[in-house]
């Protein structure tokens, strides 16, 4: 196998063409294997196979430097930089990240997860290529459904303006996640057909040399262009023509559901997916039913529609109430407030991880105005997504601070419904919600009118400890009681149900016969919800326990591991609660 004998680009360079193109069999055959065992971005690798031997066949790396937007597709990269054993090895196969990693080998440049950021990234590394009065290429790779994101364009306008060495490699595999939206993808659509020779190119507008590969996985066609733009003095396009699943037949036939896919049976192409209830079947229903009930809903989102359950058949049934606006969550949001203001009921969702890109957004194009448009925050809590570039803890402290903005938390399906409801319906102010991950049900009567901001619950009223456990750490909460009970503590239980603000009566209340106040939330404690408890406790008398995660960037840590290094064990929350008490 030679996959086995590369252990630098210096070894793909020794080999002919016809080697090449073995050794990419090789590399698709081993990224099945793997992904079968372990999941991960299918879609995107097994189509970039051929572009990542062509580039280190002829650029120099690491001395050129090639950045790669989003890194999701770099697992054939790190195949070819002394990484292959982690994916021919079973037992090394959790031994390299899904993204590039500095840490891991001098050939990865950046930690990288989100979209649309190479361009600006490599430019960065080209000019302080410049400044220093080096040599060497810098190649920003960028899939064409990055380029609806802003970022992306903010780089190539700026990029567009240098007389420097700087290459671009646009993986055109006609998809984002799912389809692209935009007029831009017209220019793309437009090039392809006419073999890079349309006079509508997007890439030449902005100041770029531009080349058009169609075979974009044929490594000999590949090479020869990679060979015409190295060492350009000018900022250079080489836009390639790939296809997304190459080698995989259900992901060359399915390549929005392969785009990332879970484990599964590489001899048939069933995805284990597992089974039970998930929210982004809930909200799929539950939105839907929005929709078709008033035309004035519209749901938006932002190239993940599988977070909301929206395949292509229900965004068919959903029409012109649902709008993807591709990776650009920063219009999302402008866009939900304008829908608000103009009288329709926007919804917008998005990953937790995701809505960190909003800011400004939030904070003046939607707060501000105090428009009320309802924002579906998924994924939120150690218990998302875990990859230092996909964290979703950072929210609560993110939106829990911006003046207009109520953020709710609920407990379980049925209270994340009527927040729904109300959070829809009410004209007076922006509202978050905060979707939990796992799914439970609870029977309680919830309230239907959250109009009485700051509002909490007492769920059960007891002496000594008050619990204030936040959403989906209500659960943590109640079994945090169940030991405290053991102990002969029978603590005050109460659902917060608001992130954003404090239920002052409350609190002044339940400090006058209560010694310890513990809050429990998922996510980072600084700036968050327990803190807010904390500082209007300041003069009460009252010892409070704040209780959520340290603020780290985590990598892959399992989400117990994660609460226990945080002491959110409810054994541990109960032990400190009871130490407090002494």
Request: glycine content about 8%.
């Amino acid at each position: 196998m030679m996959l086995e004998k590369i252990k630098s680009p210096a070894d793909v360079k020794a080999l002919d063409v016809h080697s090449l193109e073995a050794l990419a069999a090789e590399m698709r055959t081993a990224l099945i294997q793997k992904l079968s065992k372990t999941g991960g971005h299918a879609g995107p690798n097994l189509g970039f196979v051929d572009v990542t031997i062509a580039l280190h066949y002829v650029f120099d790396s690491p001395k050129d430097k090639i950045v790669y937007d989003v890194s999701h597709q770099s697992y054939s990269h790190k195949m070819l930089t002394g990484r292959a054993e982690a994916f021919l090895d079973p037992e090394k196969y959790w031994s390299v990240t899904g993204y590039t990693e500095p840490c891991e080998s001098e050939h990865d440049h950046f930690m990288v997860g989100h979209t649309s950021t190479s361009v600006s990234l490599a430019l960065g590394l080209a000019t302080a290529r410049d400044l220093k009065g080096e040599t060497g290429n810098v190649i920003a790779v960028i899939g064409g459904g990055s380029l609806s994101g802003g970022e992306a364009f903010e780089g190539l306008d700026n990029a567009g303006e240098y007389a420097t060495n700087f290459i671009v490699v646009v993986n055109d595999n006609e998809m984002s996640i799912a389809e692209n939206h935009g007029g831009l993808y017209k220019s793309l659509a437009e090039l392809r057909a006419t073999a890079g020779e349309s006079g509508n190119n997007y890439f030449k507008a902005l100041g770029f040399d531009y080349r058009y590969v169609e075979r974009g996985n044929d490594i000999a066609t590949l090479i020869e262009a990679f060979k015409a733009v190295k060492d350009s003095k000018r900022p250079v396009v080489v836009h390639v023509h790939t296809q997304k699943g190459k080698g995989l037949v259900w992901a060359e036939e399915d390549r929005e559901g392969w785009h990332w896919a879970a484990p599964f049976d590489a001899a048939t192409g069933v995805i284990h997916w597992g089974t039970g209830e998930s929210y982004s079947e809930i909200l799929a229903e539950y939105l839907l039913a929005k929709i078709k009930a008033d035309p004035k809903v519209v749901v938006i989102h932002s190239a993940v529609p599988a977070g909301i359950g929206f395949n292509a058949g229900r965004r068919k049934m959903a029409g012109r109430q649902y709008i993807d606006v591709g990776i650009a969550e920063e219009h999302a949001v402008a866009l939900a407030s304008g829908l608000a203001k103009g009288g329709a009921k926007p919804i917008y969702s998005t990953h937790s991880t995701f809505i960190q890109r909003t800011y400004d957004q939030l904070s003046q194009d939607l707060c501000a105005n105090n428009n009320p448009a309802t924002l579906l925050v998924t994924c939120a809590g150690a218990d998302g997504m875990n990859d230092t570039t996909h964290l979703c803890i950072f929210d609560i402290p993110l939106m829990s601070n911006i003046p207009n903005l109520v953020y709710l938390c609920p407990t379980c399906v049925e209270e994340m419904k009527v927040m729904a409801d109300w959070a829809i319906d009410q004209t007076e102010r922006p509202v978050a919600i905060r979707v939990p991950n796992g799914v439970t049900h609870r029977s309680d009567v919830f309230d239907k009118d959250y109009s009485r901001l700051n509002t909490y619950k007492v769920e059960h009223r007891g002496t000594r400890v008050a619990i204030f456990a936040l959403g989906s750490f209500y659960d943590r909460g109640v079994a945090a009681a169940l030991e405290l009970k053991k102990a002969g503590v029978d603590a005050t239980l109460v659902n917060p149900r608001f992130a954003s603000g404090v239920d002052m009566a409350l609190v002044e209340e339940l400090a006058c016969d209560h010694e310890v106040f513990v809050t429990l939330e998922n996510g980072v404690a600084e700036g968050g919800f327990g803190q807010k408890i904390a500082t209007a406790c300041g003069t009460l008398g009252v010892k409070v326990l704040v209780r959520g995660l340290a603020k780290e960037f985590y990598d892959k840590v399992p989400f117990e591991t994660l609460c226990e290094n945080n002491r959110l064990s409810p054994r541990q929350v109960a032990d400190d609660v009871l130490e407090a008490l002494k």
